[in-house]
């Protein structure tokens, strides 16, 4: 079992910049993939971005450039930096973790998601 809790949500004008946090407890040597999906008011769940204990990372095409995925495999902690943020970036977003195989992501484990808001 894996237990993720997000921080660092919050409240943010257009064109302006949030790092998200998730520390990663319990059985975490069983994945070898973290990363964030959102899901905004009258949408479904997208996936934002992933990266293994190895380094590889996979983006949603509208999420390159302008998002970055990173994470401390020592503090078994992912991070997510998001710069030129729009309102259309307003979501819940979840911390995941999983496995990742031949380019192949799947995520099982989920946080339980903190709210980012970006005004205009």
């Known amino acids: 079992q894996v237990q993720l809790v997000e921080s660092g949500g919050g409240l943010v004008q257009a064109g302006g910049s949030l790092r998200l946090s998730c520390a990663a407890s319990?059985?975490?040597?069983?994945?070898?993939?973290m990363g964030w999906y959102r899901q905004a008011p009258g949408k479904q769940r997208e996936l934002v971005a992933g990266?293994?204990?190895?380094?590889?990372?996979n983006y949603a095409d509208s999420m390159k450039g302008r998002f970055t995925i990173s994470r401390d495999n020592a503090k078994n902690t992912v991070y997510l930096q998001m710069n030129s943020l729009k309102p259309e970036d307003t979501a819940v977003y979840y911390c995941?973790?999983?496995?990742?195989?031949?380019?192949?992501?799947?995520?099982?484990?989920w946080g339980q998601g903190t709210q980012v808001t970006v005004s205009s």
């Open positions: 995941v973790a999983g496995s990742e195989m031949n380019n192949g992501w799947t995520f099982r484990f």
């Open positions: 319990g059985n975490i040597a069983s994945s070898n993939a």
């Open positions: 990266i293994t204990t190895g380094g590889k990372t």
